[in-house]
């Protein structure tokens, strides 16, 4: 089992900055992939960040340049330090991650969500 905690989310100003972290415990291998995903509302979930497991990070256009995300594997955390946030970025942030575990002598992989956290963008 698997838990993923995340933190960082609230009240922003035009042009203000926040920083959301998502922390996973539990019993597993390894993580691989990991994501920040968002939802606003009446609109679909969409990709904002993902970083892989060797590093490598991917951005939805409407964010390059004022995110970054970033992960500490001594921590099984991911980070995403977003910037320069603007009303259009409000939304329920959802981190997901990509785990491999072991379990009936099988090695397996799943991915898990954490539990959504608020980022509200206004004056």
């Known amino acids: 089992q698997v838990q993923l905690v995340e933190s960082g989310g609230g009240l922003v100003q035009p042009g203000g900055s926040l920083r959301l972290s998502c922390a996973a415990s539990?019993?597993?291998?390894?993580?691989?992939?990991m994501g920040w995903y968002r939802q606003a509302p009446g609109k679909q979930r969409e990709l904002v960040a993902a970083?892989?497991?060797?590093?490598?990070?991917n951005y939805a256009d409407s964010v390059k340049g004022r995110f970054t995300i970033s992960r500490d594997n001594a921590k099984n955390t991911v980070y995403l330090q977003m910037n320069s946030l603007k009303p259009e970025d409000t939304a329920v942030y959802s981190c997901?991650?990509?785990?491999?575990?072991?379990?009936?002598?099988?090695?397996?992989?799943?991915?898990?969500w954490g539990q959504g956290t608020q980022v509200t963008v206004s004056s």
């Open positions: 997901n991650v990509d785990i491999t575990y072991y379990t009936s002598g099988i090695w397996r992989t799943r991915d898990y």
């Open positions: 539990g019993s597993f291998f390894s993580i691989n992939g």
């Open positions: 970083i892989t497991g060797g590093g490598s990070t």
